[in-house]
């Protein structure tokens, strides 16, 4: 069961990542040393779902 549990929280970490990249501005992304093509490129390499398979 814990391993169903770790998932969903892997899942919610990574739709949460992508949700709060796609909102930073361009001001808050050269302030973290990043441009916006490279985000685009990070959040396009973060997976939309995650199987349920474990590692």
Partial sequence: ???LL????????VR???RQLAT???E???DIG???DQV???VRSLP????????
Avoid at 6 to 13: L, P, T
Avoid at 48 to 55: E, H, K, Q, S, W
């Fill in 40 to 42: 685009a490129r990070l």
């Fill in 1 to 3: 069961m814990s391993g």
């Fill in 28 to 30: 808050q992304l050269r």
């Fill in 16 to 18: 949460r990542t992508r």
């Fill in 34 to 36: 990043i441009e916006r």
């Fill in 6 to 13: 770790d998932h969903i929280r892997h899942a919610w970490n």
């Fill in 48 to 55: 939309r779902r995650t199987p349920l398979t474990g590692p």
């Fill in 24 to 26: 930073l501005s361009d």
